[in-house]
């Protein structure tokens, strides 16, 4: 009975992942997670690392988003974000700039 607890806790951990997914609402616009993100100074820097093509995606999405948000209307269900199509597209990159700053920060402090 043990052995299965954490493969259970697992399986409701997703479904709550899930549902709190859902209930945000972002992806019923189009979003993604990364598009939610507050940018700050390290956030821009790492939006303009992005790949073109990337980059972008994320603009269509937002622009839409904007729009469907003007009219308050929501994406037609099929066309909703769904939580195993979100990734993280701009976290990389985030962390990558977080990380450089820190250093910079360090080294200025020497």
Do not use: H
């Amino acid at each position: 009975m043990a052995s299965r607890a954490p493969a259970a806790t697992g399986r409701l951990m997703l479904g709550v992942r899930k549902w709190y997914y859902n209930l945000c609402g972002f992806n019923k616009l189009g979003l993604m997670r990364d598009d939610t993100i507050y940018e700050d100074s390290d956030v821009k820097e790492a939006l303009r690392r992005l790949p073109e093509n990337v980059y972008n995606d994320r603009t269509f999405r937002m622009k839409r988003a904007f729009d469907l948000s003007m009219k308050q209307q929501i994406l037609p269900k099929d066309q909703w974000t769904k939580y195993e199509e979100d990734v993280y597209y701009l976290t990389p990159y985030l962390e990558e700039v977080i990380r450089e700053r820190k250093e910079r920060e360090e080294w200025m402090k020497k």
